[in-house]
């Protein structure tokens, strides 16, 4: 059962090229969220909402996991069994860089679904609105990411994880979206050692044990080899 739980945010993917959303040149400071990220937002306009995952998708079909998801990836392989990489992020680079044990709590880029039938399946790298399920044949595809006023995957599976964490650590989020920001406080009650590796201060870093703040791609590699110490 996994005793180190790490949530990851967009900031883990910076350095790969892929936008965050919340820092200066973020997404939401170049598109209005309710727009491309509501069910509301879809049903108006279901063309601009494609378009918006389109590119986001091929943006991440042309980037490459970094140093930061590879250690990652180094620290479940060194812990069989005993990690859990639990992300906001609808990238595909932690499984690209080789982590198996991942929850993508607000679905992935690369997986389609129906709105009428609820079949799952690989995105094309263009979706339209005039696409039909390739299993019950309506024109309700989109792309199976959890958006604003839905519900995260795998909550449940989620707070059981935190519950036995004996190592809780966020990586490269702001900590301003629920019910991802709140996971370090069931962690610290369930007695987890908390520690938060981001670039800067975040909305919820008064809540951790430690922090180290940085690029990903240096302070996550450090961390790991700080976890796998004793090990070696
Ligand atoms: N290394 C580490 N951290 C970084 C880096 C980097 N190179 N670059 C940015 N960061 C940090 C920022 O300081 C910020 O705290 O990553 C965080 C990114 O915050 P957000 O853009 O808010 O992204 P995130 O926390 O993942 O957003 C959560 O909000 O819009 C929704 O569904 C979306 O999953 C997303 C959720």
């Known amino acids: ?12 993917s910076a350095e790969s090229g892929l936008s965050t959303f919340r820092d200066k040149d973020g997404l939401w400071s170049k598109y209005d969220l309710e727009e491309v990220a509501t069910p509301e937002g879809f049903y108006r ?4 909402v494609h378009d918006f995952y389109n590119a986001r998708r091929a943006n991440c079909a042309g980037a490459r996991s970094n140093s930061a998801h590879e250690a990652l990836a180094q620290l479940e392989a060194a812990f069989p069994g005993e990690v ?4 906001q992020n609808v990238d595909d680079l932690h499984r690209r860089a080789g982590s198996q044990n991942v929850i993508e709590m607000h679905g992935a880029l690369m997986r389609a679904c129906c709105a009428g039938c609820g079949h799952v ?3 094309p790298m263009e979706m339209h609105p005039e696409d039909k399920c390739p299993a019950c044949g309506q ?11 839905e519900i995260p995957h795998a909550m449940d599976e989620i707070g059981a994880a935190l519950g036995r964490a004996e190592i809780f650590a966020a990586i490269g989020t702001s900590g301003q979206v629920w019910p ?3 996971f370090v406080a069931e962690a610290r009650a369930a007695g987890a050692q908390c520690i938060e590796l981001n670039l800067e201060r975040s909305e919820i870093s008064g809540e951790f044990h430690s922090r180290h703040f940085g690029p ?17």
């Not at 306009?45 to 601009?48: A, D, E, P, S, T």
């Not at 309700?140 to 958006?147: I, M």
């Open 180 to 182: 991802a920001a709140g």
């Open 216 to 232: 990903a791609s240096v302070v996550v590699p450090l961390w790991v080899d700080s976890v796998l110490a004793p090990k070696t």
């Open 139 to 149: 024109p309700e595809t989109r792309p199976d990411v959890v958006w604003f006023g």
């Open 121 to 123: 399946w690989p995105a």
């Open 45 to 48: 306009n279901r063309r601009l």
């Open 1 to 12: 059962m996994a005793r180190i739980v790490i949530l990851t945010g967009a900031g883990i």
């Open 84 to 87: 859990l990489v639990v992300t």
